[in-house]
């Protein structure tokens, strides 16, 4: 035994503060990055929170108009109303107390206003004539055709609805002792007429671009599509009430009908006629006798009840999302442009409620939950963030990334288990020293590859073959799965001097790679291309995808795994070799219960690698965000859904925060299972750890 003296120099007392320094300073980091994990959780958390907000209601105080004869027809932009009276009289009044502007007297006095909708244009039945007025923001009443009343002529009207065209042109539709018609005219003084066979109605509603006009007589619903010349009566519905109202929510693609059973929404569904108008839904608690009005810009919609009872509605909602009692004596309201305030009359006096509902088509259920969107055949999952129009509605449906998430990341992990488990339990077990010292780091390089590289090789090179050759590709599971029994079988006749331990490999490669060269080349001979047969096929499909995203996951499993093996005690294996039984036995019987929290740990850091990953799966795939579709069909990620549309987000946006709900909701699923795998790999490493004391 040699003797090992302590330097004289040895101090224990340095040695003792190296060690407590040390200490502290490990600690000190993990308390960080736990604190940094912590604080990334609550800002994601504080950027999402905002969109489940309940919509708030703030009353301001009441003000007194100069005006008290009731009000034809009034409007709120925001800061100003403006308030046409019956006697005609029509005037800006501030909503911030301001003295009112000197009034505008109309002559003669209109029996009816009715407004675009947008809200720019006012339409007035002045004594049977037609007169169109604008109030701009500067506080000015303009005419755009003359503040001379025009008369139509086929005479007096009677009722009528207003449409803006486009800049500079309007469509009217009045009711006239001829009948009912349709008149397009703009600054330009061009005018053409539709006359409708139709001389009886109760209510009408033109779309806002004016190319539907709806009609009721009775119970009787008639839906007409106008071109430039003619109209063509599309479809008719008889109702079980007789309507009450009739409104347009934006874009006019949606129907609101008011009756005695409440407010029901309609829109068009393709059929083999064509759009056909079908009733969606009736909103739960809206009131028959309620007075109805919408906003300009979104899909939102109030009902004001006698009583004062004041119910907000959203298109996509079955309910209210605010309810709120007011005082009673309601006659008029109206939105501002951009839905933040409500302005109502009642008799001598206005009133503002200012309104917080920033998101009123967004709440945890329409994540979720299929919906009913306008002209869609039925209620589905929907991601589809973005378009040119204010009037498009977007759609916020998480399933379909995630599911596309799932499915990618399941079918890699599918793909890469067999192989990485199978090359790991070869290397580690069967294979020389040796040759297993160049074939472990070889296998661990390939982890080293970016896989934006690996994304743009699926897509550009891989995609396109596969599509040729998709019989073969479907086929190499079993061909290979074929070739490996019959090696099995023959490998005994082969001479001894090529049967050495470990070096199987040498043989068994080549021979696999002639076998998958081949199945991938035959059907091509017979059945090319094969993915043009299938109807549904797209080229970046999950099939590539998951081939690509198993590649890369390979190493990872493969490298973790081996490592579990060899951290197996050796005289475990020795001790069973020892008691007869066969290196196979050994290794699937001693040693892979061994490793298996290890192996397990390997497979959920795999699953974790594959729900996160963004490039391959934005390369790969065809980004198509959809919940349904099978092996040939895209997909869209999560992780690449952020990738994709974050730039393009307006901050502080629905969109915005929904995209921060999909991190927040990665985030979340990759500590769940990193945690359940922490948990089962320390049960698996206790309870084979006391059979290993045992032994």
């Given amino acids: 035994m040699s003797a090992n003296h302590i330097p004289v120099q040895f101090s224990d007392r340095k040695r003792r503060a190296v060690d407590r320094l040390t200490r502290r300073l490990i600690t000190c980091c993990g308390v960080a990055i736990l604190l940094l994990m912590l604080l990334l959780f609550c800002w994601l958390i504080g950027?999402?929170?905002?969109?489940?907000?309940?919509?708030?209601?703030?009353?301001?105080?009441?003000?007194?108009?100069?005006?008290?004869?009731?009000?034809?027809?009034i409007g709120n932009q925001?800061?100003?109303?403006?308030?046409?009276?019956?006697?005609?009289?029509?005037r800006f009044i501030p909503l911030d107390g301001q003295p009112a502007e000197p009034a505008l007297a109309l002559t003669p006095a209109p029996e009816e206003v009715v407004q675009s909708a947008d809200g720019q244009t006012l339409l007035l039945n002045m004594q049977g004539a037609l007169t169109l007025m604008q109030p701009t923001t500067d506080r000015q009443w303009r005419f755009p055709l003359g503040d001379k009343p025009f008369h139509l002529p086929a005479g007096a009207v009677t009722k009528m609805a207003l449409a803006t065209r486009q800049a500079g042109q309007w469509r009217?539709?009045?009711?006239?002792?001829?009948?009912?018609?349709?008149?397009?005219?703009?600054?330009?003084?061009?005018?053409?007429?539709?006359?409708?066979?139709?001389?009886?109605?109760?209510?009408?509603?033109?779309?806002?671009?004016?190319?539907?006009?709806?009609?009721?007589?009775?119970?009787?619903?008639?839906?007409?599509?106008?071109?430039?010349?003619?109209?063509?009566?599309?479809?008719?519905?008889?109702?079980?009430?007789?309507?009450?109202?009739?409104?347009?929510?934006?874009?006019?693609?949606?129907?609101?009908i008011q009756d005695r059973r409440g407010v029901t929404q309609w829109f068009a569904i393709a059929s083999e006629q064509g759009p056909r108008l079908q009733r969606i839904r009736t909103f739960a608690h809206s009131d028959d006798e309620a007075l109805l009005v919408t906003e300009s810009q979104r899909r939102v919609f109030a009902t004001l009840s006698k009583q004062g009872m004041l119910r907000l509605f959203a298109s996509k909602q079955t309910g209210p999302i605010l309810q709120r009692q007011l005082e009673p004596g309601i006659v008029q309201a109206q939105f501002s442009p951009h839905g933040d305030s409500l302005l109502i009359e009642r008799a001598g006096s206005w009133q503002t409620l200012r309104l917080d509902n920033p998101w009123p088509d967004?709440?945890?259920?329409?994540?979720?939950?299929?919906?009913?969107?306008?002209?869609?055949?039925?209620?589905?999952?929907?991601?589809?963030?973005?378009?040119?129009?204010?009037?498009?509605?977007?759609?916020?449906?998480?399933?379909?990334?995630?599911?596309?998430?799932?499915?990618?990341?399941?079918?890699?992990?599918?793909?890469?288990?067999?192989?990485?488990?199978?090359?790991?339990?070869?290397?580690?077990?069967?294979?020389?020293?040796?040759?297993?010292?160049w074939v472990k780091p070889a296998i661990e390089m390939m982890g080293a590859l970016p896989s934006v590289v690996v994304g743009l090789i699926a897509g550009i090179w891989l995609a396109?073959?596969?599509?040729?050759?998709?019989?073969?590709?479907?086929?190499?599971?079993?061909?290979?799965?074929?070739?490996?029994?019959?090696?099995?079988?023959?490998?005994?006749?082969?001479?001894?001097?090529?049967?050495?331990?470990?070096?199987?490999?040498?043989?068994?490669?080549?021979?696999?790679?002639?076998?998958?060269?081949?199945?991938?080349?035959?059907?091509?001979?017979?059945?090319?291309?094969?993915?043009?047969?299938?109807?549904?096929?797209?080229?970046?499909?999950?099939?590539?995808?998951a081939l690509a995203m198993g590649f890369a996951l390979v190493p990872l499993i493969f490298t973790l795994s081996e490592d579990a093996l060899f951290s197996v005690p050796a005289a475990l294996g020795q001790?069973?070799?020892?008691?007869?039984?066969?290196?196979?036995?050994?290794?699937?019987?001693?040693?892979?219960?061994?490793?298996?929290?290890?192996?397990?740990?390997?497979?959920?850091?795999?699953?974790?690698?594959?729900?996160?990953?963004?490039?391959?799966?934005?390369?790969?795939?065809?980004?198509?965000?959809?919940?349904?579709?099978?092996?040939?069909?895209?997909?869209?990620?999560?992780?690449?859904?952020?990738?994709?549309?974050?730039?393009?987000?307006?901050?502080?946006?629905?969109?915005?925060?929904?995209?921060?709900?999909?991190?927040?909701?990665?985030?979340?699923?990759?500590?769940?299972?990193?945690?359940?795998?922490?948990?089962?790999?320390?049960?698996?490493r206790q309870r084979y750890s006391q059979h290993e004391e045992q032994a």
């Fill in 47 to 73: 950027v999402v929170l905002p969109l489940f907000n309940a919509p708030g209601l703030q009353i301001t105080a009441s003000q007194q108009l100069w005006d008290r004869t009731p009000a034809l027809a």
């Fill in 78 to 90: 925001g800061n100003t109303g403006w308030r046409i009276s019956v006697h005609g009289a029509a």
């Fill in 172 to 256: 009217i539709a009045a009711l006239t002792e001829a009948g009912l018609q349709v008149l397009t005219l703009g600054t330009d003084r061009q005018a053409s007429v539709i006359s409708l066979p139709q001389r009886q109605l109760d209510l009408l509603a033109l779309s806002p671009s004016g190319d539907l006009l709806y009609t009721t007589e009775g119970n009787l619903l008639r839906v007409w599509q106008l071109d430039e010349d003619r109209a063509l009566l599309r479809e008719t519905h008889t109702l079980s009430q007789p309507p009450q109202s009739l409104h347009l929510l934006v874009g006019g693609k949606s129907l609101l």
């Fill in 362 to 437: 967004v709440t945890w259920r329409n994540f979720w939950q299929k919906i009913w969107y306008e002209n869609y055949p039925g209620p589905d999952w929907v991601w589809q963030s973005t378009a040119a129009g204010d009037s498009y509605q977007a759609k916020f449906s998480l399933m379909p990334m995630v599911t596309g998430t799932l499915k990618a990341a399941s079918l890699a992990l599918l793909f890469a288990t067999p192989l990485a488990l199978a090359a790991a339990m070869y290397t580690a077990w069967f294979m020389a020293p040796g040759l297993r010292r």
């Fill in 464 to 545: 396109p073959h596969i599509g040729q050759a998709l019989v073969g590709v479907l086929l190499l599971p079993l061909t290979l799965a074929g070739a490996l029994l019959l090696c099995g079988v023959f490998s005994t006749r082969l001479p001894p001097r090529w049967r050495q331990p470990g070096r199987e490999v040498l043989i068994l490669l080549p021979l696999l790679l002639l076998v998958t060269l081949l199945t991938l080349w035959l059907p091509v001979l017979f059945i090319p291309d094969a993915g043009d047969w299938l109807p549904h096929y797209e080229q970046r499909n999950l099939l590539v995808a």
């Fill in 575 to 684: 001790g069973s070799l020892a008691l007869g039984a066969t290196p196979w036995q050994t290794l699937t019987r001693v040693v892979l219960p061994g490793a298996s929290a290890g192996i397990f740990a390997a497979l959920m850091i795999g699953l974790g690698r594959a729900v996160g990953e963004t490039m391959i799966l934005l390369m790969a795939t065809g980004n198509t965000p959809q919940s349904e579709g099978g092996l040939f069909s895209g997909l869209r990620a999560l992780s690449a859904n952020i990738a994709i549309e974050m730039p393009e987000a307006a901050a502080g946006s629905a969109h915005y925060r929904a995209l921060f709900l999909s991190a927040l909701m990665l985030l979340l699923f990759t500590l769940v299972i990193n945690t359940v795998a922490e948990l089962i790999r320390q049960r698996l």
